[in-house]
Structures are given as C-alpha cells and as structure tokens.
C-alpha cells in the first residue's frame, strides 16, 4: 500500500512558478513509476508528466513541455514537479499518482492517488 500527499501549491500570477511535492509513504517508493496529472473544474483528469523508478527517463504531456520538470529523489522518497511559466490554462488540482509501469499516460495505470493540490494561476 502508498500513501501519497502532495504539497506546493498555491496562488501565482501568470509567468511565475511552482515546485510540487509528493511524499509517498511506505518503503516501497522506489518501485513504482511516479506520475502527475492535473484535473480543472468540469473537465477530465489529464496526464502531465511521469518518471520511472530510477529517474532516469522522463514523459510529458505537450502542454508541459519546455516549462515543467519532473523528478525524484528515492532517498527523500519525494516527487517533484517544477512548473514554469505558468499560464492560466494551468489552473487545476494537481494529483501525483505511482504506477507499477512507466511511461503510461492513462490514468487508469495508476495504481495510487493523493488526494490533490490546488494550483491557480492569476492573469
């Protein structure tokens, strides 16, 4: 079993930047792929970025290339996301998820899910 809880986010003006964490619980970290996904009012869940278990490899969206970084550190046991440049359209709640297999951007791979972060960015 992982427990996620994300934090980081907050209220930004458009051009700013964010870090979000997510800190698993459990010894088991370092063998899951880990994910983020972003979720606005009204509309579908979406992929944003995901690394493999190492942190070796990395996957994002098109709407997060150029402008957000994912990675890790296995012996902090934390995720992280470094969003640039953040536009209004980033406006979300913010979601890390762990997979047994990296590199899906379906959210239905995702085996664990923390509970959210709001991120919203003001024009």
């Known amino acids: 079993q992982v427990q996620l809880v994300e934090s980081g986010g907050g209220l930004v003006q458009a051009g700013g930047s964010l870090r979000l964490s997510c800190a698993p619980s459990?010894?088991?970290?370092?063998?899951?792929?880990m994910g983020w996904f972003r979720q606005a009012p009204g509309k579908e869940r979406l992929f944003v970025a995901a690394?493999?278990?190492?942190?070796?490899?990395?996957y994002y969206a098109d709407s997060g290339k150029g402008r957000f970084t994912i990675s890790r550190n296995n012996a902090k046991n934390t995720v992280y996301l470094q969003m640039n440049s953040l536009k209004s359209e980033d406006t979300a709640v913010y979601y890390c998820?762990?997979?047994?297999?990296?590199?899906?951007?379906?959210?239905?791979?995702?085996?664990?899910w923390g509970q959210g972060t709001q991120v919203t960015v003001s024009s």
């Open positions: 998820a762990a997979s047994p297999r990296f590199g899906s951007n379906q959210y239905d791979e995702y085996d664990y």
């Open positions: 459990g010894r088991t970290f370092s063998s899951y792929a």
């Open positions: 690394i493999s278990r190492s942190g070796g490899s990395t």
